[in-house]
């Protein structure tokens, strides 16, 4: 399978909790990545997490990070309209720091 | 601090025809990456370098696609000759030693009819 796998489409309600899901296969990685592109426009970091900790959380963003698993989650709480865009979890390795990317998640928020 | 610069913005170009985008990266940031990002996928690495010198191109395909680095700033990324399958965004991105994060620019958005 893929190096980094998602999902491909969430849809939720304004106002409801939104989560997304990325498993990746590598353990070496060091740091994780949350990215966010909107239509034609590149990518805009959301926050990170480095691969010891567990979990982070950054106003309305929370990401966690189940290393046995190899699972990395996005929950976004009180979800807008504005949060309407396609999310892209990535991975640094550890030789080349490179960034793997998985091939997005679309996340749809119906008012 | 300026983001990472990429120009043209869009481009439009037939099939076996040549094109080259360049990029600015964030001063001071020693590492500039080269993603391609095919429309409904997430972004591949196609060549990274480490000043002027290159890291990792194993996803180059070198057949058709050069790119250079040579003062080990503004970086150009050039095919030719171009295929219908080139179609994609071309994202440039740095980053720094010091630094964990990683800047996008805005992308040039290819088009081979």
């Known amino acids: 399978g893929e190096d980094v796998e998602q999902s491909l489409f969430l849809s939720v309600r304004e106002g409801d909790s939104s989560v997304i899901n990325c498993t990746y296969t590598d353990s070496s990685s060091t740091y994780l990545y949350w990215y966010k592109q909107e239509p034609g426009a590149g990518l805009q970091l959301l926050t990170y997490?480095?691969?010891?900790?567990d979990m982070k959380q950054d106003q309305r963003l929370t990401v966690l990070l189940n290393k046995k698993d190899k699972h990395l989650s996005l929950r976004i709480a009180d979800t807008q309209t504005g949060d309407s865009a396609i999310y892209f979890c990535a991975r640094r390795n550890n030789a080349g720091n490179m960034l793997t990317f998985g091939g997005g998640t679309r996340l749809m928020v119906k008012p | 601090e300026a983001g990472v610069a990429q120009s043209p913005r869009y481009k439009i170009i037939e099939k076996r025809q040549s094109v080259a985008f360049w990029c600015n990266p964030i001063?001071?940031?020693?590492?500039l990456y080269w993603y391609q990002q095919i429309l409904g996928q997430g972004p591949k690495l196609l060549i990274q370098f480490q000043n002027n010198g290159v890291v990792d191109d194993s996803q180059l395909p070198k057949d058709r696609f050069s790119a250079e680095r040579l003062k080990g700033v503004d970086s150009t990324l050039k095919i030719q000759p171009a295929k219908l399958e080139d179609s994609a965004v071309y994202l440039c991105?740095?980053?720094?030693?010091?630094?964990?994060?990683?800047?996008f620019g805005s992308g040039t958005r290819l088009t081979v009819v």
């Open positions: 997490i480095f691969s010891n900790m």
């Open positions: 991105a740095s980053s720094s030693s010091l630094e964990w994060g990683y800047t």
């Open positions: 001063s001071g940031h020693a590492t």
